[in-house]
Structures are given as structure tokens and as C-alpha cells.
């Protein structure tokens, strides 16, 4: 039995003469968290609706536990809570009705789905609110009870579509942490697809980069660095202090350590880069040259740096995954 829980093949899906997905392979596993990171209009949502078998791709095929929604939608959508930007709720009816409607309409048993209610208002932190009407929330609350409304079917993958858009950034770290909690605590596949670069870096084990229907890259953070710095995927930033040495007399002290590939002078400190981690060689030859070494750190590469260094390139990047 596949460990996946999603795998698209050859995913396309055109518009008349417009491919808005296209020729698109993912796998992701059981209990992953993997990030969709593209701009608005790269393909994210219209990938999403084929997942949901909402509308059909042009060619290739998807498997969501195995099943292909395009032939047993229904079936996929029992396994997959989909939680889309803008929740839909009854804004006359309380948090707590509008539950028992989604519950209601997946044959959920009253004794059953007043139980999960409740127990779901609280892990969504909204116990207090649940007898207010939805009419009444902010959007962070909406997107908290959207959640809880995804899950009352005990899903075994949820799709999350760019949903912390309007909320304030506590609202979006508390919802965020949320996220890797149900994760790790319930097993749940989750689907984070989003613009924000950092919220993807946050709470995701591997990402995507999508952008015009296609994947370019795919990945954990470490190691699409590698693979895009591959000149120099450690940077190493030192602070040297002596007798006013120059940019030149520093380089020829550390050049000949194995990986020291660049040396330059940015603000106060030195920056190293090398295709290794040299860092402790580097602090012990200063050290042993009568240096004063009084800063050492290594740089880690975030998504921002990798999102902006590939498009930095254009064409000239080819897919890195």
C-alpha cells in the first residue's frame, strides 16, 4: 500500500489556450505537512480543485489515498477537509448550529457530533464563543471555526487555501501553531498552500515552489538551498578584530582551509562562503593566527532567500528538485 496520501501525475488543466496547471508531479506522504508557495495566479487553487475532483484535469491523473477523484469524488471528499480563504458560514446561526449543519450533513449522529462539537470548540480555542452568532466574528474566529468545520468528519487530509489572509499576525501565529499541532497530535496530512513565505516556512516539512502551472522546485528548506547555492551553500559571517589586517591578508589566511570559497567585508563583519561547513576550522585558524575572533555564526538560508534567489536568475534556473 502506497505511503502517500496525495500524488499527482502529469496534472494538467487548460483554459481554452491557457494551461493553468501544468503537467504537474507531487507526491506527498501520510502525516506530512507540505507547503504550495507561489504568487497569486500561479495555479495553487485551480490544483486544489482537481485534488477535490471539482473540476477535471485536461490529462494526467490524481490519487488522494489512492483514489482518483475524478471517477469517486464523494468518496475523496469523506477523506479531505478543505478549508478554503473565505469560510462560508450561516451568519444568523451560532458557531455552534453552524457545526452540527456540517455534522448533519455527513451522517454524523447527534450524540455523537454534539461531542466532537465540543471538543473541537476547544481545541479551536472558540468554547466561549460558540453560542454567538457567526455573523458576530472576526476573521481570525471565522478561519478558527472553519478549521474545527473541517475536522468534524475526522478527515485524513486537510487543505488548507491561503487562510490566514485578514487575520492579525497573533491571530495567525496562534492559528499556525494550531496547525502543527493537529499535525503531529492527529497525524493529519495537511496541504498549506500560500503566498507567505515565512507562515510556509513555519509549519512545513517540505515545500513547493509553483509558479505559472508549474512546480520548480520541491523540497525542505536545507536542502533546496543546497541545491540552489550550490556554489557556495554555507556562509559563514565572522567578526575578526587585530591589527587593521585587510580584506586581502584575512582571504590568505583562510582560503587555503578545504570549502573556503569567497571572502568579503559586508558592514563589520567578514562573510565566508564555502561549499562546506568550515566553521570550526575557520575559528581555529584565527584563533591560532593571534586574532581576536569575536563573532562567529553560520547563516541559514531561509525560504525568502531561496524564493528570491531563483527568480533573481529567470530562466537560466532549470527545475532544481
Partial sequence: MSGFAIEL????????????????????????????????????????????GLTDPASGHARVCGIDPTVKPIEVKRLVGYLPEDVGFYD????????????????????????????????VGLSGEAGKKTGTYSRGMRQRL???????????????????LGIDPKGV???????LELSKEEGLTVLFSSHHLHQVQQVC???????????????NVQSLA?????????????GISGNGESVKEIASLL???NGVEEIALKDKYYEISCTRDATAEIAKEIVASGLSLTHLSRKEYGLDDIYYRYFEGGEEHERIN
Avoid at 487530509?157 to 490566514?164: A, G, K
Avoid at 501565529?173 to 496547525?179: A, V
Avoid at 543546497?226 to 565572522?238: G, M, N, W
Fill in 9 to 52: 501525475v502529469g496534472l494538467t488543466k487548460k483554459y481554452g489556450s491557457f494551461t493553468a496547471v501544468d503537467h504537474l508531479n507531487l507526491s506527498i506522504k501520510k502525516g506530512e505537512v507540505f507547503g504550495l508557495l507561489g504568487p497569486n495566479g500561479a495555479g495553487k487553487s485551480t490544483t486544489i480543485l482537481m485534488i477535490l
Fill in 205 to 219: 516539512d517540505r515545500v513547493g515552489l509553483f509558479v505559472k502551472g508549474k512546480l520548480l522546485a520541491e523540497g
Fill in 173 to 179: 501565529r496562534e492559528f499556525l501553531n494550531l496547525i
Fill in 92 to 123: 444568523d446561526r451560532t458557531g455552534y448550529d453552524n457545526l452540527m449543519y456540517t455534522a448533519r450533513l455527513n451522517s454524523i449522529p447527534d450524540a455523537e457530533a454534539q461531542q466532537r462539537i465540543v471538543r473541537l470548540l476547544e481545541r
Fill in 146 to 164: 472553519g478549521l474545527a468545520d473541517v475536522l468534524i468528519k475526522n478527515p485524513e487530509i486537510i487543505i488548507l487555501d491561503e487562510p490566514t
Fill in 255 to 257: 582560503k587555503p582551509i
Fill in 226 to 238: 543546497q541545491k540552489l547555492f550550490t556554489r557556495s551553500p554555507y556562509v559563514i559571517e565572522a
